[in-house]
């Protein structure tokens, strides 16, 4: 897996600079999206509007998306992408183009990880939130993604009283290095959110 050149994103230019260059190429439309786009589930206060997909049901709508500009997918493991169904998204490459260029360990929803993920005082928890992302820096480096991207959605708190913040910063940030150093030469990227599900989460802002 090659690390994508991410120099070009420290240019720095003037306003006029700015326009001179919006008005020196034509954009070449590349969007990706998650396929849990193709059939969304259920808000905090509704059910889901849409009735659910299986994976073959959803790539096979972004497979007509090709010619609109869609390059690439992302998928949760274990729950959208797993060693079960990779061969559907290795398909939909060889058929249209497009690629799994992202996959996301599936550490935020399980009822185990009420405490936490990769931050739990717990050691269950913890531990069943590092076992599943290495399986996730796997099966993305054997795939050829971009990229993992790490949400710590469940880490936090809500009310910061009793909460040691920094053992539990170290210990997901312990975690995530444990996964790292089993699985080496996949770029990392965290997610950061301010709130939701967690009242505040230990990575809210970059």
């Known amino acids: 897996m090659g690390f994508c050149d991410l120099r070009p994103q420290a240019v720095r230019r003037t306003p006029e600079e700015l326009v001179r260059h ?30 659910d997909m299986t994976i073959e049901e959803r790539l096979d709508i972004a497979a007509g998306l090709a010619d609109y500009g869609l390059t690439a997918l992302e998928a949760h493991y274990p729950i959208e992408v797993n060693e079960e ?9 060889k058929d249209t183009g497009i690629r799994l260029v992202m996959m996301a360990p599936f550490i935020f929803y399980p009822a185990i990880y009420e405490f936490g ?3 739990s005082p717990l050691p269950e928890a913890r531990r ?10 796997t ?8 990229m993992v991207v790490v949400w710590p959605g469940i880490d936090g708190y809500e009310n910061a009283f009793g909460m040691d913040l920094v ?4 210990r997901f940030a312990e975690g995530l290095a444990e996964a790292m ?10 997610e950061p959110k301010p709130y939701e599900p967690r009242g505040h989460i230990l990575y809210g802002t970059t």
Request: aromatic share 10%.
């Open 85 to 93: 169904n990779i061969h559907l998204y290795k398909q939909l490459e």
């Open 167 to 170: 053992a539990a910063r170290d």
């Open 181 to 190: 150093d089993a699985v080496p030469g996949v770029r990392i990227a965290e």
């Open 128 to 137: 069943s939130a590092i076992e599943r992302t290495k399986q996730t820096l």
């Open 22 to 51: 919006l008005n020196s190429y034509e954009l070449e439309l590349k969007f990706s999206a998650g396929v849990w786009f193709f059939a969304p589930g259920g808000g905090r206060f509704h059910n889901r509007y849409v009735p």
């Open 139 to 146: 099966l993305a480096k054997e795939a050829g993604c971009d």
């Open 117 to 119: 993920s990769l931050s």
